[in-house]
């Protein structure tokens, strides 16, 4: 993925090149995820007060974020960190290379954040001579395939751990089986060097509690409190919209976060951080430097009914429910955070110009709206940046050519004639057969390749009638 | 505040069309914390959701220290181990016991290199929060962060003064600190074909012993 922020993302031909194998590796890490989301949510009595809560919360927290921003700075300050601030992502950069020049940093580890990703900095480290190693398992993964990442949560779900054994040997010289074990166990050993060696750790921050300049970061493999405990030089990037009142809030957004995410209650590690370490015995880095990122974010604030998408935790639920991510992956949305999210946060981020196509890449459905733990009303905001868009830029209108209008009135016509219906109920997995394996079809001959070159597609089940009848005769009641 | 600084919220405040000295609202209100149930309830739920983590919990007697060391010892094939200097700790003569089964001890805060070659690191928690099976670890000069962090076993004992119902207990106590760790399980990741994995960058195994009243 480039790292200069796109100049016009084009969502329709992205998604058309998506590699057959996204789509089902996307779908069983978003099934996974919800299905152990719904087993946490039904546990909890509060579910739905929390989310008001929370909602409330990050609004509460963004109509008054000049007062939060400056206590936050006067807090971190006091605790013996450095604040910078950066204006857009060339500051930002700046900030960060002029604290890794000064601490004569040869390698730097990072911990997944958003925020470096944003403004580029891996690339700027390396033209700097830097070093820069992702540490998460998944980004690892990626930063030595030289790819973006497919899923906020999971960044190389497209990946196959055959396809990960040969990366290894390809780029580390190390030979692993392919089997997810073994390749951790050879991650793990290859980071450990780097975060003992590194002189300088970059992390982003999931929240930052202005009434003590305490920095959160939430992870789970343990690498976020590698990059902040072990080498002695903490620089974290973090936009002005994590910002939060204080640790009582925490209490709330916690308690949605994983559980939104992941369906763990809690992520394995929360790091609470204050400030760099007081004395030499308890360990953990001599300075704390903290980039605060503006880059376009207090000019979303402007637009009373589209502010509300800073609300955002990042906890990636609204990728996981969403038909549309779900069939294209993160790819397709052309900048490091996809789905819903993304087709609204982008085309503020980088104007309504270069994302005016993101705001149609949506169905509306609003099973978004349903489960985002603090009520961003995605939908709302979709309609309202299409307007958007279409008072400022133009964007080509959807057509149809003419051989699908064609095979449209054919289907109408099947599945409305009863006798056809009922014939190709039964012809469909005689000739389907030769084609279907574990219930996806990954190949079809042309034309029908439009569908299997894009994504894989369903095998057909039963017919509707035959289903039914064995549906209905099982116990109606438990 | 640096010009950027001034920038950032100047234009922040455009944007809200606030002006600085505008007065806060009060920030809405936090929902309740969950309620505690008898201690003993809470020991099992504690053990149950760490076990449920693919952690290794249990209740530990007085005069099971000793035994419970030597299975962990023998278990884990530990050579090498670093501890806190907390007065459970001491108390319980962990450092003292480890040695006698030819354990070599490590100085909590020795160089990174060396606690990263230790089997094993045993803290003492701070907080235990039943609900979510979750540890609480602060930091002092006696209580080093890297101990519960760079070996390859985490060994935390609690003892029952540690448990709280829940986070607004946490944090009313931890936020005056420099640091604080919650920690719910082993090191994991789903990160290859979605496959958990335990012991990525933290520790392989969690084991947590919980002591008994008064211990």
């Known amino acids: ?478 | 505040m640096s010009t950027a600084g001034r920038a950032v919220i100047d234009s922040v405040r455009a944007a809200l069309g606030r002006q600085a000295g505008t007065p806060v609202d009060p920030r809405p209100e936090i929902l309740p914390p969950r309620q505690a149930a008898d201690p003993e309830a809470e020991v099992d739920q504690l053990l149950s959701e760490v076990n449920a983590l693919a952690g290794v919990a249990k209740r530990v007697g007085p005069d099971e220290i000793e035994a419970s060391l030597r299975n962990l010892i023998e278990q884990e094939t530990v050579r090498r181990a670093t501890l806190w200097s907390s007065p459970t700790l001491r108390r319980l003569d962990v450092e003292g016991r480890l040695r006698a089964c030819g354990v070599e001890i490590v100085a909590p805060d020795a160089d990174k290199h060396a606690l990263a070659q230790c089997d094993l690191g045993v803290t003492e928690a701070d907080f235990a929060l039943p609900e979510t099976g979750t540890l609480g670890l602060l930091s002092s000069p006696e209580r080093p962060r890297a101990v519960s962090l760079l070996p390859r076993v985490h060994l935390a004992i609690v003892s029952r003064s540690a448990f709280r119902a829940d986070l607004h207990q946490v944090f009313s106590e931890a936020k005056a600190h420099p640091y604080l760790i919650l920690i719910s399980g082993p090191s994991r990741t789903a990160d290859i074909e979605l496959t958990v994995t335990l012991g990525v960058h933290g520790p392989r195994a969690l084991h947590l012993w919980v002591l008994s009243d008064g211990d």
């Open chain 1, 1 to 478: 993925m480039s790292d200069a922020p796109p100049e016009y993302i084009d969502f329709a031909a992205y998604s058309r090149h998506v590699p057959t194998t996204i789509p089902a590796a996307v779908q069983q890490a978003t099934g996974r995820f919800l299905d152990t989301r719904a087993a946490r949510v039904a546990e909890m009595e509060n579910w739905e007060a929390l989310r008001q809560a929370a909602s409330d919360l990050r609004l509460h927290t963004l109509t008054h974020l000049d007062v939060y921003l400056e206590r936050l700075e006067q807090q971190v300050t006091a605790a013996g960190g450095r604040v910078y601030w950066a204006r857009d992502a060339v500051e930002a950069r700046a900030h960060v290379l002029g604290i890794a020049r000064s601490s004569h940093a040869r390698t730097v580890v990072k911990a997944k954040s958003m925020a470096t990703e944003e403004i580029g900095l891996n690339h700027a480290l390396e033209e700097a001579g830097i070093q820069p190693f992702e540490t998460d398992l998944g980004e690892y993964i990626i930063q030595l395939a030289g790819t973006g990442p497919s899923h906020i949560i999971v960044p190389a779900v497209h990946l196959k751990k055959e396809e990960i054994a040969q990366l290894f040997r390809e780029k580390l010289g190390l030979d692993a089986p392919a089997d997810p074990v073994a390749l951790t166990a050879v991650a793990r050993t290859a980071l450990r060097e780097r975060f003992l060696a590194a002189e300088m750790g970059v992390s982003g921050a999931n929240f930052l509690v202005a009434e003590t300049g305490t920095l959160v970061l939430v992870t789970n493999e343990g690498n976020g409190r590698m990059c902040t405990t072990v080498p002695d030089v903490h620089v974290a990037v973090v936009g002005i919209d994590k910002v939060v009142p204080d640790w009582e809030s925490l209490t709330v957004l916690l308690k949605l976060l994983a559980r939104s995410a992941t369906g763990q209650k809690l992520s394995t590690y929360t790091s609470f951080i204050t400030g760099p370490r007081r004395s030499h015995g308890e360990g953990g880095p001599k300075e704390l430097h903290l980039v605060l990122l503006d880059n376009g974010r207090s000019r979303i604030l402007a637009d009373e009914v589209a502010r509300e998408t800073l609300k955002c935790i990042r906890c990636g639920c609204c990728l996981n429910v969403c038909p549309v991510y779900k069939n294209v992956g993160g790819f397709a949305y052309g900048w490091f955070i996809s789905g819903p999210i993304g087709a609204i946060f982008a085309p503020q981020m980088l104007g309504t110009r270069a994302g005016r196509e993101l705001p149609y890449a949506s169905t509306l459905c609003g099973a978004c709206v349903d489960v985002c733990p603090v009520k961003i009303p995605i939908t709302k905001i979709l309609l309202h940046l299409r307007r958007r868009v279409a008072q400022g830029d133009r964007v080509a209108p959807p057509s149809a050519p003419w051989t699908t209008r064609v095979a449209a009135r054919l289907a109408r016509w099947s599945l409305a004639t009863a006798w056809l219906y009922r014939l190709g109920a039964r012809v469909m997995p005689v000739l389907e057969a030769p084609l279907a394996r574990n219930g996806w079809i990954r190949w079809l001959p042309a034309p029908l390749n439009r569908w299997t070159r894009v994504r894989p597609m369903p095998a057909f089940k039963a017919g509707f009638r035959s289903w039914w009848a064995s549906h209905t005769k099982g116990p109606t009641t438990p």
